[in-house]
């Protein structure tokens, strides 16, 4: 079964930026990939996604401050996030769109003072 490795989460200032990674152990260059993320207490959310020519779209929560990337010949996908606000305080996981498999066991990102 195809397996998704996470990283690049951390502590980091509201404003501050991080850059997300997340690696598939299958071929994934034919299919739309996304960014989900799940606060404590609320339902994971898809954030922003990717399709397999590149087309890109984002949750308005996030719309102009992340920037979802793929580079095939990696099976990665990144997301790039700047300006970051409290409230993107989550787990950030990647998976395909619409969802398959089993979960990675995410990263978590924290934004506080």
């Known amino acids: 079964q195809a397996q998704l490795e996470e990283s690049g989460g951390g502590l980091v200032q509201p404003g501050g930026s991080l850059r997300l990674s997340c690696v598939a152990s299958?071929?994934?260059?034919?299919?739309?990939m996304g960014w989900y993320r799940q606060a404590p207490g609320k339902q994971r959310e898809l954030v922003a996604g990717?399709?397999?020519?590149?087309?890109?779209n984002y949750a308005d929560s996030v719309k102009g401050r992340f920037t979802i990337s793929r580079d095939n010949a990696k099976n990665t996908v990144y997301l790039q996030m700047n300006s970051l606000k409290p409230e993107d305080t989550a787990v950030y996981y990647c998976?395909?769109?619409?969802?398959?498999?089993?979960w990675g066991q995410g990263t978590q990102v924290t934004v506080s003072s």
């Open positions: 990717i399709s397999s020519g590149g087309s890109t």
């Open positions: 998976n395909r769109i619409p969802i398959f498999g089993s």
């Open positions: 299958h071929i994934f260059s034919i299919y739309a």
